[in-house]
């Protein structure tokens, strides 16, 4: 699988982005998916996850009830919908994929993951 993030940019504070995860290679309805994010000199932080049957979500404790993780299995997209962005979410986001044999609890963690995407930019002015 080869993931491709992009939408990632500039933004004030408040302000919202979405970002999606493009997939290649085997079918991306088979994985899991998650959300990561680092910013400079931190590490690599959970921020969402959802199941390969699009039932259940898992989000990080500094995104909830802003951030909201979906996908398009028919598009073989995943996206992450960000909304009130603060100065605070300013990082590189990678998307991810997991075995579908994974269990949605374990998809805070960074080794659940199989497949990695580059990254995407996420700037957030105040």
């Known amino acids: 699988v080869q993931l491709q993030a992009s939408g990632g940019g500039l933004v004030q504070a408040g302000e919202s982005l979405r970002l999606s995860c493009a997939a290649s290679?085997?079918?991306?309805?088979?994985?899991?998916m998650g959300w990561f994010r680092q910013a400079p000199g931190t590490e690599r932080e959970f921020v969402a996850a959802i199941s390969w049957r699009e039932a259940n979500t898992l989000y990080g404790d500094s995104v909830k009830g802003r951030f909201t993780i979906s996908r398009d299995n028919r598009k073989d997209t995943v996206y992450l919908q960000m909304n009130s962005l603060k100065p605070e979410d300013t990082a590189v986001y990678f998307c991810?994929?997991?075995?579908?044999?994974?269990?949605?609890?374990?998809?805070?963690?960074?080794?659940?993951?199989?497949?990695w995407g580059q990254g995407t930019q996420v700037t957030v002015s105040s």
């Open positions: 290679g085997p079918i991306l309805s088979s994985y899991h």
């Open positions: 991810a994929a997991a075995s579908r044999t994974k269990i949605l609890s374990s998809l805070w963690q960074m080794s659940s993951y199989d497949y």
